[in-house]
Nanobody, 115 residues
Framework: QVQLVESGGGLVQPGGSLRLSCAASGMIFSLVGMGWYRQAPRKQRELVATLSSSGMSNYADSVKGRFTISSDYAKNTVYLQMNSLKLEDTAMYYC?????????WGQGTQVTVSS
């Protein structure tokens, strides 16, 4: 059974940094792409960044140059390094993957950017 467990969220001041982690199990990690999404209150869930199984990354325009997605195959973990955080980055952040034609989501980790 595929499981995705996020961690690393918290409260940070504008301009600060956080690193989110998503530990994956129940699949062959090296064969799947991974993604980070976020959902702010009263807004739709939106794509933040993706990392393909071949190592190609893609970012939302709003986070380009500030966020970096990466993975550690030895730990079956994908990371989202978030720098220069802004108030508008406040949201619940979710990890996502597809495995055997099914879509999987983690439970989310809250990121709050506030002064």
């Amino acid at each position: 059974q595929v499981q995705l467990v996020e961690s690393g969220g918290g409260l940070v001041q504008p301009g600060g940094s956080l690193r989110l982690s998503c530990a994956a199990s129940g699949m062959i990690f090296s064969l799947v792409g991974m993604g980070w999404y976020r959902q702010a209150p009263r807004k739709q869930r939106e794509l933040v960044a993706t990392l393909s199984s071949s190592g190609m990354s893609n970012y939302a325009d709003s986070v380009k140059g500030r966020f970096t997605i990466s993975s550690d195959y030895a730990k079956n973990t994908v990371y989202l390094q978030m720098n220069s955080l802004k108030l508008e980055d406040t949201a619940m952040y979710y990890c996502n993957t597809q495995w055997r034609m099914a879509d999987y989501w983690g439970q989310g980790t809250q990121v709050t950017v506030s002064s």
